[in-house]
């Protein structure tokens, strides 16, 4: 409410009411108790809830992390060990340059993976930007805008800041904790996410690829029986042909090798995986090219949708220069006019 200058008011101002800016360290007088509110300085939104604490089941969080990045490093030492001991050997019985060709597919594909996942689990996600803050002299008009306070780390948490309970700190651009990788996704180490993804993908494919092509080499002849009864037509002649391909499977199975079993399971294992890793790999792709994460999806679902979709998201995501994005085409969502 505005004063003109020949108006006088004279009230109380008890010290309840008189809260203090986190950021600036300005006393500000509330017209009655207001547990969220926004400095008119510096822009800090303080709450005057009390300070939080870790839950104790913190420890067990960091513990199944532990407990989950183990059984993935031991699922893709076993992957690629498995691997090379199973199909390696026909490969090589196939041409000598053909086994030395796909060993060298087999190592850069697997010093990628792991790599990617070692930096993607171990590097930092992305710290909170240091600022100044809690004192009036030091602290500008606006340079604390939208900023908020967080009680777990007790320090300033920009916008674009979430704390992660799991990891116990918070994540500039935190995308989501991985339980996987043990660490979140932020801004630090989102790319290695990705390219371990892609990386994954790419090995189980070619993990794929070779199961069979070994499989085939090494799989013992099937039995079938090639004639049918004369009255078996249409879908029951199908599923006939089909019960007696799988029993035949069965049959030959029984006959094979330790390594033929292990061919199978990598085959199965890898197929598995990778329809996992590609619907996420598809899903963080689209949230990129979104200019977004995946956080700030939730957080945005309801509004206007004015953010730029196009490709070169996914290139600034990947560090390329502007002379490559500016040769792709730019999509994006505008309303249609109408002219009178």
């Known amino acids: 409410m505005a004063v003109s200058p020949n108006e006088h008011y004279v009230t109380t101002i008890y010290k309840d009411n008189e809260p ?31 300070q939080k604490h870790e839950s104790k089941w913190f ?41 030395i060709f796909h ?12 790599s990617m996942f070692c930096l993607a689990a171990f590097h930092c996600p992305g710290a909170s930007p240091l600022v100044l803050w809690g004192s009036y002299p030091l602290v500008g008009k606006g340079d604390l805008e939208n900023y908020t306070f967080c009680h777990y780390c007790s320090k300033p948490k920009s916008p674009r800041t979430h704390h992660c309970r799991s990891c116990g700190m918070c994540v500039l651009d935190m995308d ?30 070619y993990v794929a690829i070779m199961s069979v092509t070994a499989g085939l080499h090494i799989w013992s002849p ?27 499977l069965l049959n030959s199975a029984l006959l094979m090798s330790s390594r033929g079993l292990l061919l199978v399971y990598l085959f199965v294992s890898s197929i598995s995986v990778n329809l996992g890793l590609s619907v996420l790999l598809w899903q963080q792709l689209f949230y990129i090219y979104e200019g977004k994460t995946y956080l700030s999806h939730l957080n945005s679902q309801g509004g206007d949708g004015a953010d730029q979709k196009d490709c070169q998201n ?17 999509v994006r969502d505008s309303e249609k006019r109408h002219t009178k």
């Open 20 to 50: 203090t800016c986190w950021g600036c360290g300005l006393h500000l007088v509330l017209p009655s108790y207001t547990p969220t509110f926004k400095c008119g300085w510096c822009g800090a939104i303080t709450s005057l809830n009390l």
């Open 59 to 99: 420890k067990w969080r960091r513990l199944r992390d532990r407990c989950f990045v183990c059984v993935l490093f031991g699922f893709m030492g076993f992957v690629i060990c498995g691997g090379v001991w199973a199909v390696h050997p026909v490969v090589f019985s196939i041409s000598y340059f053909c086994g």
């Open 103 to 114: 060993l060298v597919i087999a190592i850069c594909l697997s010093v990628s993976t792991l």
């Open 176 to 205: 989501h904790h991985c339980p996987f990788i043990g660490n979140c996704v932020g801004a630090a180490n989102h790319r290695y996410f990705i390219l371990f993804l892609i990386s994954a993908v790419v090995s189980t494919i």
């Open 222 to 248: 099937l039995s079938i029986r090639s004639h049918a009864p004369a009255n078996v037509v249409g879908t029951d002649l199908a599923m006939r042909f089909v019960k007696e391909i799988i029993i035949a």
């Open 314 to 330: 996914i290139l600034r995501f990947f560090g390329c220069p502007y002379s490559v994005s500016r040769y792709l085409p730019v």
